[in-house]
């Protein structure tokens, strides 16, 4: 009867051996293989500039439009208001809110924002919360705060009120959802295996940090890759899920000398939207080394895809761009950069 047992527990540790090197070598394959080669459709924008009022001035801007408001928030600011509203279309000058500082109530330091329904969700990792504001009052107060105790790297909002984050916290999973507490409801997307690899998992989480954008009309979640050039979309009721890969391809580590591990062989997304009927996100593409040593510019391109994750179009500014919004009703894109200190750039398409 011993022997018997012995038998069964060694033949149920083969299959179970089995089914993880099966599925090992499926979540490698899935990012493993390419899906789509450059995009064959380019429409160079060429942009025209629109000045500001020259009293506000910013260090990293970016822009957000909703309705007849446009914001500008400054993720430089490290003092005086972070977040500028102004009129849309006419681009008229309202009010400054949001003030960056240690006081009480005050940011220490915006990393990502979000623009959900007249309010506006501000991620302040150096005390671990994301604050809520009322964009149409400019009272300087939150009306409420998210407390967590993780590093919050990317989150989008649900319809459901539940928040989805993006962070290099949890070990296995690359995505979690929480409630408004805090609490996480559930974890999704596991971050493929590196056997071979002697890099720390910490590493390997590092690396595969996605940027996140939502479609609240079909309840689809959307990721593209901070480095590499995955996009992938996640249907947050049914569970269906889809991957596109381009010539970028899976996130993967590089090397500068002996002792130094660079996360990423290129710089990928940088920012993930959807509007209408299709997925609009800001693509990089170069080195990773030569952003690093080389100070080589980012050159953003703006990539179009279906909410199926498969790639039309890709617009090519004539500018560097790393903030944009899209107004499909007058065709036009508004975008900021780095140095555009009081203007923005308006493109038609």
């Known amino acids: ?30 990012y493993d293989k390419q899906t789509y080669s450059d995009i064959s459709v380019v429409e160079k924008l060429n942009g025209q500039e629109v000045v500001l009022q020259d009293s506000i001035f910013f260090t990293t801007p970016k822009i957000m439009i909703q309705d007849s408001l446009c914001c500008i928030f400054d993720l430089g600011a490290r003092e005086g208001h972070f977040c500028h509203i102004f009129t849309y279309p006419d681009f008229t000058y309202k009010y400054s809110m949001v003030k960056v500082g240690r006081g009480e109530n005050e940011i220490i330091n915006p990393s990502r924002v979000r623009l959900y329904k007249n309010h506006v969700y501000i991620v302040d990792n150096l005390r671990q919360k994301i604050w809520c504001y009322d964009i149409t009052n400019p ?56 056997r071979r690899d002697n890099r720390s998992l910490s590493n390997i989480n590092e690396i595969w940090l996605s940027l996140l954008g939502y479609d609240s009309q079909d309840n689809v979640l ?62 990089s593409g170069i080195s990773q080394k030569d952003f690093i040593w080389n100070d080589t510019d980012e050159n953003y391109k703006l990539y179009v895809y279906t909410k199926q994750g498969k790639p039309i179009k890709c617009y090519q500014f004539d500018r560097p761009v790393s903030s944009c919004c ?24």
């Open 1 to 30: 009867m011993l022997e018997n047992n012995k038998l069964f527990a060694m033949k149920s540790l083969c299959v179970l051996l089995v089914f993880v090197v099966l599925y090992a070598c499926q979540e490698a394959s899935r």
């Open 139 to 194: 009272d300087t107060q939150p009306i409420c705060s998210y407390a967590f105790k993780d590093f919050l790297y990317d989150f989008v909002i649900l319809n459901d009120g539940s928040l989805v984050v993006s962070s290099v916290v949890n070990k296995i999973y690359r995505i979690n959802r929480y409630d408004s507490q805090g609490n996480i409801l559930d974890s999704l997307l596991q971050i493929p295996s590196y």
């Open 222 to 283: 959307v990721l593209g890759t901070k480095f590499g050039e995955v996009l992938e979309t996640l249907n947050m009721k049914t569970k269906e899920y889809r991957i596109a890969v381009g010539p970028g391809g899976k996130p993967a580590f590089d090397y500068k000398g002996k002792n130094i591990v660079i996360p990423g062989k290129i710089l990928g997304f940088n920012e993930i939207s959807v509007y209408g009927e299709y997925i609009y996100a800001l693509f």
């Open 326 to 349: 899209i107004d499909w009703k007058r065709k036009k894109i508004y975008a900021t950069d780095k140095t555009s200190e009081w203007m923005l750039s308006v493109f038609e398409f």
